[in-house]
């Protein structure tokens, strides 16, 4: 009973590193592009399934939306630094 428990408990781990990695890799591509490109979530949907990949965007962009402090704040000193150059 205690092996079903521990694999569970490591599937369970890697499901929330899965998508922690996939939500890094979103706001660091936001952040860069000021925009998710495609070829990264193919990449992240191949390495971490649809599921993951898909909520990981979409719990991002519901953070801009609602006006997350740290998302805004990145987003517009890019935009800013683009529209120096």
Do not use: P
């Not at 781990?13 to 070829?39: D, P, Q, W, Y």
């Not at 390495?47 to 805004?72: C, M, P, Q, T, W």
Request: proline share 0%; glycine share 4%.
């Amino acid at each position: 009973m205690a092996g079903i428990y521990t694999s569970e408990k490591i599937l369970e781990e890697k499901l929330h590193n899965a998508e922690l990695e996939s939500e890094e890799a979103i706001m660091n591509e936001k952040e860069r592009f000021g925009r998710v490109r495609t070829s990264l979530m193919k990449q992240l949907r191949a390495k971490y399934g649809d599921d993951v990949a898909n909520r990981a965007l979409y719990r991002i962009n519901k953070r801009i939306s609602e006006g997350s402090l740290r998302i805004k704040a990145n987003l517009n000193t890019i935009n800013d630094h683009q529209s120096e150059v």
